[in-house]
């Protein structure tokens, strides 16, 4: 009778332990994601920031009116005026954060937005150092215009090619911490590999061209191969350039010299990776005068197999060779560097890329 007993318990416990199992399972994905904005922000090192409420499935806190159609009315805090307001666009992150001079305990059920939610993924609230924060994570990469009305913010989420003509990604290689980047005599490949990207940005800057640009990134901090590839996915770029400078062997001065550039060889279209690289090669073979090293199948990393536009990974020269060393941590030759890599860009564009 007994035995009967604990053998009917026993069952009944497996059987909960199942059920529970299968729910877990089957919620956890939608739990995490309704977490996932709140879990970038939270961060231990900054202790002025409060999470005060869960961000959420868009269409939970969005009521859908069709005449703000890839538009989101937000209303603002009753003793915040529309100037007070900041609006940033976090490219990189694909998150719009919209930051109020006061705080309230939790603004989804004090205030209403409206809008549309399609371009959106998740939304989260919270507070740092008095400051209220609404941060927006979009679905891919949109420019965004904002303006005030009657106590709202009306946030407008623009497709960049509505606004360019081109749209491109330039990535400087590597970053302060970063694995795999060479250092030769002091000098550090990512700062080389920064300081070709800000004269490449000179040049686009004065460009009478309409060309959208985003980059990876212009400091010394790094960033993670995951975020370089998903800036260009998400921006739905026409053209990606990652700026690199090679090495044999770091530490030791070598006789191999030479640029070379990596293309994806997946790459199938029309206009394809490999076509870019060979303008790039050409063009830097004809501004620095340096030894071919040639095109390079670049599939096996991350950054040229995840892309999803026409990709070239410059490797404008040897740190590791004393000669091209000493002409690579010159701005002459680092101005040159860009300025092929700018042609390149342009020539590709008039092929129709």
């Not at 009657?150 to 911490?177: E, M, N, R, W």
């Amino acid at each position: 009778m007994i035995e009967k007993k604990i053998l009917r318990w026993s069952s009944v416990v497996i059987l909960g332990v199942m059920i529970a199992t299968f729910v877990f399972l089957h919620y956890y994905p939608m739990i995490q994601m309704s977490y996932s904005v709140v879990e970038d922000l939270e961060d231990e090192s900054s202790p002025g920031t409060k999470l005060l409420a869960n961000s959420k499935a868009p269409e939970t806190v969005v009521e859908n009116r069709e005449e703000l159609q890839g538009k989101l009315k937000m209303e603002l805090p009753d003793d915040v005026a529309g100037p007070a307001v900041t609006v940033e666009n976090h490219y990189l992150e694909q998150t719009v954060y919209v930051k109020f001079p006061t705080t309230c305990a939790d603004y989804f059920s004090e205030y209403s937005l409206q809008g549309s939610s399609d371009t959106i993924s998740s939304i989260g609230y919270y507070t740092e150092d008095g400051v209220g924060v609404m941060a927006i994570q979009m679905s891919r990469l949109y420019e965004v215009e904002h303006q005030f009305e009657k106590g709202s913010v009306y946030l407008t989420f623009v497709d960049p090619h509505d606004i360019y003509d081109k749209v491109i990604v330039v990535d400087a290689g590597h970053g302060t911490g970063a694995k795999g980047g060479a250092t030769m005599a002091g000098v550090d490949e990512a700062e080389l590999n920064l300081a070709i990207v800000l004269q490449l940005k000179k040049l686009l800057d004065a460009s009478d061209l309409n060309i959208g640009v985003y980059y990876t990134r212009l400091n010394e901090w790094d960033v993670s191969l995951q975020d370089r590839a998903r800036l260009a996915n998400a921006a739905h770029a026409d053209l990606f350039i990652s700026v690199h400078n090679n090495a044999y062997q770091s530490d030791h001065w070598s006789y191999i010299n030479g640029t070379s550039v990596l293309y994806s060889q997946s790459d199938n279209a029309e206009h394809n990776s490999k076509r870019f690289a060979e303008l790039c090669l050409n063009h830097l073979l004809k501004e620095l005068g340096s030894n071919r090293r040639g095109l390079v199948e670049g599939d096996s990393k991350y950054i040229i197999r995840t892309a999803e536009c026409p990709v070239a990974l410059v490797e404008i020269g040897y740190m590791t060779n004393r000669d091209e060393f000493n002409k690579l941590v010159t701005p002459e030759y680092q101005k040159k560097a860009a300025r092929a890599i700018y042609n390149a860009m342009v020539q590709a564009f008039e092929e129709g890329f």
